[in-house]
């Protein structure tokens, strides 16, 4: 049984990916800074629960500790930043160094201690990215900045670690919470359910191609 860690699986993407995975026999340790949403989500069989924020060292090594084998780490929890988003020039500063925390430094931090891992069974990294990163949006300098700089590091790592497939996976716009977030009273209703986005990443870990930028 392949084993998986899935951060942010407490709604949106990660949920639609945890519960495909799930049903496809997968073994999970999921999380989320929601406990409440995290423990009544129905994810189906063989899934451990551990709510917590994936900035937290602890709960970093928590996740990590809770599996003696690892195929698969999917970095998807992350953080929009201040909503509505603000320009660069008036980007309150602590905001944006949290937001780097939560969108780099902690996918990281826990890409590091999966490494002994996944290098074991030449495993797989996903870390999920926006177009945002590529793309240059008014308002998504913060966001935008972080996912770009979280590509940055899948790719040197895919190059630091030739064994493994190091995926930058952009879902593209889906219905989320945090979509509506970054659009505050707006009707986006047009996105695609996250379930609907699920396949291409499934495609990705059956096929295997070569380490990089991924889109849906």
Known sequence: MPVAIVTGASKGFGLALARELSAR??????DARGAEALKAAEFGPS??????DVTDPG?????????????LLVNNASALGPS????????????????????????LALMQLALPLLTKVDGTIVNVSSDAAVEAYEGWGGYGSSKAALDRLSAVLAVEQPSLR??????????????????????????P???TVVPSLLRLLDERPPSGRYTK
């Open 193 to 195: 359910e996250p379930s």
């Open 25 to 30: 026999g997968w073994q999970l340790v999921v």
């Open 47 to 52: 899934v451990t629960v551990i709510p917590g």
């Open 59 to 71: 709960h970093r090594l928590e996740l990590v500790n809770s599996v003696s084998q690892l195929d």
């Open 84 to 107: 509505p988003l603000p320009a660069l020039a008036d980007y309150p500063l602590e905001a944006f160094s949290d937001l780097y925390e939560a969108n780099v430094v902690a996918p």
């Open 166 to 191: 190091v995926y930058a996976f952009d879902p593209g716009d889906m219905r989320t919470e945090m979509h509506q977030a970054a659009f505050p009273g707006e009707d986006i209703s047009d996105r």
